[in-house]
């Protein structure tokens, strides 16, 4: 391992430190991280905490809300100028005003809200400030703390022995007949580089777009460049046949030094200054879509959920990881998009969830942490309602589809309101890995956002949401006591 990985990790530690003590003696700080796979719903859950904060108004399971003690939540300047602030006026907005989903992000962003609450302690009363720092960043950047035990020669093997998987054969083909003609002790030739990692990286995008759907396979910032999108950092790929070693002006010499200064330039950084930081960690998890998928999408899910905990290092006695655990103390697992659910459905779907994340917590020897799940609506964008088939009611949602979603044989316009039977989870979660659920049997159009209409004195409406005061009490109701 290269010495200034230590010297900067050692240097992490120190600055760890004297950001708690200082946090301490100024201001209690709290750092929320928001994570979860693309298009799992960070974007929108951000957007609707922040909403339920600033706009102060009762929210049963979120006892500082609920008891009245919330007095005035603000976005103030976010502590950390080198991160994109998450632009929230912009996505409320295009919520409520335009009833659209807020725009896709593949990103790290910030946000710094300042909470005044009236502490409920018996032996300590009075007025308390919190400092609530919001980070929403990819989930697929988590994957990346297995490359950081990895040499590129056992990556490349390990990455070339997953297309083996059963159902990927027809998948990775064209990658791998890429590979067939790439020799690693050739001339160092950026031109080849550049052919062997675009090759590379349509299998991964192939992979995420088939039956998988969910993305296990690192690197994440081929799956989530972010801001490094195009860039030469990113212009490697594993090689077939490697020797132990490689001539350093070989093709696979040049591959390596890629790979470890990704592992150096990006990687590191990204665990040391944010993922590290994090107090509480909710991981969303679109558990409906993997469902509807099929089984093969639900264990790459599972997959992914041991990553996540091998990240977040809960009892796992690795040296590596060990040093880029975060302080993370509690940790909520949620699925969302329940509102596709009616409310019948809603303890089944966290069921699931509990039984994936405990498998996995299993696998991983997970310890340490309060790990918790839930099944939630970030923003709720049905009602509940039956409709009858036959001499059957059946419990369905209603809601406005997309325009141009597609249910049985119609299709939708983005206007009319549609009542739907999305189908039932079954009883038994462990059914559904058995492959209970046929694959495309449930029906999850996707509905606009609901109507938010402004309260009589002309403030503007909440949003309204599933089980989200639930997370919100989980995740930093202790903290505002
Ligand atoms: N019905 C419903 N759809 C949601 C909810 N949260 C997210 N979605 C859908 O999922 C999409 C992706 O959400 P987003 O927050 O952008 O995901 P991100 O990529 O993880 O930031 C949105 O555009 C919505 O279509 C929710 O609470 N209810
Ligand atoms: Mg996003």
Do not use: C
Request: charged share 25%; no cysteine.
């Amino acid at each position: 391992m290269p010495l200034t990985d230590l010297a900067s990790r050692a240097g992490s530690a120190v600055r760890a430190f004297a950001e708690a003590s200082s946090d301490l003696l100024l201001q209690p700080t709290l750092r929320l991280g928001v994570t979860g796979l693309a298009r799992s719903g960070k974007t929108v859950f951000t957007t609707a905490l922040i909403h339920h904060l600033v706009e102060t108004h009762a929210l049963p399971a979120f006892a500082p809300a609920q008891e009245g003690r919330l007095r005035r939540a603000r976005l103030v300047p976010q502590p950390d100028d080198d991160v994109p602030r998450f632009p929230f006026e912009e996505h409320f907005a295009s919520l409520t005003e335009a009833r659209h989903w807020p725009r896709s992000t593949d990103r790290i962003s910030q946000f710094r809200l300042e909470i005044e609450y009236e502490r409920a302690g018996s032996w300590r009363s009075g007025p308390g400030t919190l400092m609530l720092d919001v980070v929403d960043y990819p989930g697929e950047w988590l994957l990346d703390l297995a490359l950081i035990e990895s040499g590129y020669t056992a990556w490349s093997r390990s990455t070339i022995n997953g297309t083996r998987r059963a159902g990927r054969a027809a998948t990775a083909a064209p990658w791998l007949d890429t590979l067939k003609g790439l020799d690693p002790n050739g001339p160092l030739d950026e031109v080849v580089a550049e052919r062997a990692s675009n090759a590379f990286k349509t299998y991964l995008a192939a992979l995420r777009a088939g039956p998988e759907a969910v993305a296990t396979t690192p690197p994440g910032r081929f799956l989530m460049p972010g801001d490094l999108a195009g860039s030469p950092a990113l212009t490697f790929a594993p090689l077939d046949g490697l020797a132990e070693t490689h001539a350093p002006d070989s093709l696979a010499g040049l591959m390596e030094r890629r790979f470890e200064a990704y592992k150096a330039k990006v990687v590191v950084p990204f665990f040391r200054d944010h993922f590290q930081r994090v107090d509480r960690q909710i991981v969303l998890v679109d558990v409906l879509s993997a469902v509807d998928a099929g089984p093969t999408a639900v264990a790459e899910l599972e997959e992914a959920l041991d990553a996540v905990l091998l990240s977040l290092n809960i009892g796992r006695n690795s040296f590596f990881s060990k040093l880029f655990a975060p302080r993370a103390d509690k940790i909520l697992f949620a699925a969302t998009k329940a509102d596709h659910l009616h409310q019948t459905s809603h303890d089944r779907l966290d069921a699931l969830l509990r039984l994936l994340v405990s498998r996995a917590m299993r696998r991983t020897e997970a310890a340490g942490a309060r790990v918790g799940t839930v099944a939630l609506a970030s923003v709720r964008a049905t009602r509940e309602t039956t409709v009858h088939d036959g001499s059957e009611a059946l419990r369905a949602v209603s809601g406005t589809p997309e325009a141009g979603e597609v249910v049985g044989d119609e299709r939708f316009d983005g206007t009319t309101e549609a009542a739907i039977f999305p189908g039932e989870l079954p009883a038994r979660p462990e059914s559904v890995l058995d492959g209970a659920v046929e694959p495309g049997s449930l029906r999850f159009p996707r509905f606009r956002p609901p109507i938010v209409r402004p309260d009589a004195l002309g403030r503007p409406g909440h949003l309204p949401q599933i089980r989200l005061d639930r997370a919100m009490q989980f995740l930093i109701g202790d903290r505002l006591t």
